[in-house]
């Protein structure tokens, strides 16, 4: 339990860090990001690559409605999609991935093996 907590603090932080630089540096975010909801089976997702095919609204909102999208106003994930939020479907930062990555990758007939994402340490 005390591990999930520091995993999840330093999660949050980092992803302070990146919107605090996105809103003082004027960019858009890392070029390359590690994702993790509890510090197993990362996943690496290159930003940038994805942001050079897509608008940030396809994967970010700012209000609770998918596609409201408002520069410098975001929030962690798990702010709201948490073991709090009524909604079972979405009350994981791991489940609204996995349903907006897979469904992406299927539309655009890439890659939904595991192992694209959660690549195994060497």
């Not at 949050?12 to 860090?17: E, S």
């Not at 858009?28 to 690559?49: C, N, Q, V, W, Y």
């Not at 106003?73 to 489940?95: I, P, Q, R």
């Amino acid at each position: 339990m005390k591990k999930m907590i520091i995993c999840t603090a330093a999660f949050a932080f980092a992803f302070t860090c990146a919107v605090a630089g996105v809103s003082v540096a004027g960019n858009h975010g890392p070029a390359e990001m590690t994702l993790s909801d509890t510090g197993k089976k990362p996943a690496h997702f290159p930003h940038k690559a994805h942001q050079d095919r897509s608008k940030c609204s396809e994967c970010h909102h700012t209000d609770g409605t998918p596609g409201s999208y408002v520069a410098g106003k975001e929030a962690a994930c798990k702010t709201c999609h948490n073991k709090d939020m009524g909604n079972k479907k979405l009350n994981s930062f791991k489940k609204v991935s996995h349903k907006k990555c897979k469904g992406c990758h299927k539309a655009h007939k890439a890659s939904t093996k595991c192992s694209t994402c959660h690549p195994k340490k060497k």
